[in-house]
């Protein structure tokens, strides 16, 4: 099921920072995660997305709101490592500044322990 509400709806988390391209390539991306809510099916979903970087993804559902948030949190995580694996770079602010820290702003949110990300 592919929904995509028009309006992103309450934010309940946010943060911003720069992508570094390995090409040299800057780029301000808002993480931005959405409160979820409950669909006409029963099962919940999640708006979120990397402004910035990709388009807005489709709404990520679960059978429950929990479900729901951390699946939209994981995804967001994977597309940030994926791009940091792949020679990118995310800092707070311009090229001269350090890194950040991926880990600390996920927690062990997304991580499967046995295939850790």
């Keep these: 099921m ?6 992103f709806g ?29 669909h006409q099916s029963g099962d919940w979903a999640c708006p979120v997305e990397l402004n910035g970087y990709e ?3 489709a709404d990520i559902f679960g059978v429950s709101s929990m ?6 949190i ?20 311009d090229a001269d500044s350090n890194a950040k820290d991926v880990e600390a702003l996920f ?3 997304g991580i499967d322990d046995n295939n850790a990300v």
């Design 10 to 38: 309450e934010i309940i988390g946010t943060v911003d920072f720069i992508m570094h391209s390995p090409s040299g390539k800057k780029r301000k991306v808002i993480l931005r995660i959405g409160k979820p809510y409950e």
């Design 67 to 72: 479900q729901a948030l951390c699946l939209a």
């Design 74 to 93: 994981s995804l967001v995580r994977t597309r940030i490592h994926d791009f940091i694996s792949k020679g990118g770079r995310i800092t707070d602010g």
């Design 55 to 57: 388009p807005r993804y």
């Design 2 to 7: 592919t929904i995509q509400h028009a309006d």
């Design 107 to 109: 927690g062990s949110i």
